[in-house]
């Protein structure tokens, strides 16, 4: 049976592997399709596109865009993006220049706190457009002055705690609107994570086309209730590892093999979208 990861990550936001070392390990699981879903960026998805190519693995443009609803935080995955899309390119350039500067008020929170942590260690080793705090947690460590990952969230980086910076956030229909006119597929992500159900109808009013149904952290119970939800909404189903490399632990890819007949499904909508476009409406 062929079967698909639609959510990776990769040092191009917050993840540890590298596009080619990803489609190392999807061709060693046997993975016939990958999708790249770094947070709020398209940067690695020529080189993960050029590694699956050289892997026999059919690669899907991707990204998780950081969104929210009504103060709830929630992430849009897109699909089948166009990756050089200017409006798209533009926007995500704008919330990686809004990362960019939470980097420098996290830094100097913590400076304030008596962390001698510098930016430059952070974005020397966040190397990417789009660094978050995994980024700020790795650097404290490598500079020795905290203990592991989780301490520094525990410490300094969860929500609440002294060196926390909100982050400001596109709006969720404004991500799906963002994603359809780079000619891609709008998913709500992990929604089992968020617990933010009374949002779906409104997602879908704005066009939402699919959700996670598959995720590392839902449970066989709450893959089925969104199974429910995406039938009765009539939403694609996806799903996928949601694999950060070895940033929290083991590597979670392999975790989750989506059957490709969902992605079959995915690819039809985009093509009659694609039609509909071409022929005046949509
Ligand atoms: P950011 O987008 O900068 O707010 O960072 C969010 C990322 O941080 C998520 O994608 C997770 O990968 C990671 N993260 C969030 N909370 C924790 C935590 N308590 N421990 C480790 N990683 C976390
Ligand atoms: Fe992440
Ligand atoms: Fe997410
Ligand atoms: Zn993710």
Redesign the pocket.
Known sequence: MKFADLHLHTQFS?GTFTPEELAGQGARLGFAGMALTD?DSVEGCARMAAACAAAGIEFIVGAEL?AEHQDTEVHILGYFLDPENQVLLKKIGKFQAVRQDRIREMVAALNKLGVPLKTESVFALANCKSP???HVARALVKEQLIGN??EA?EKYL?KGRPAWVP?TKMSALEGVELIHQAGGLAVMAHPGLNRTDEIIPDLVDAGLDGIECFHTKHSTLLSQRYLEIADQFHLLVTGGSDC?GFS?GKPLIGGIKLPYEHVEKMKAKVAERKLATTNGHR
């Open positions: 917050d947070h950081t978050g705090r995994p990952l989780d969230f969860k982050k950060h929290k």
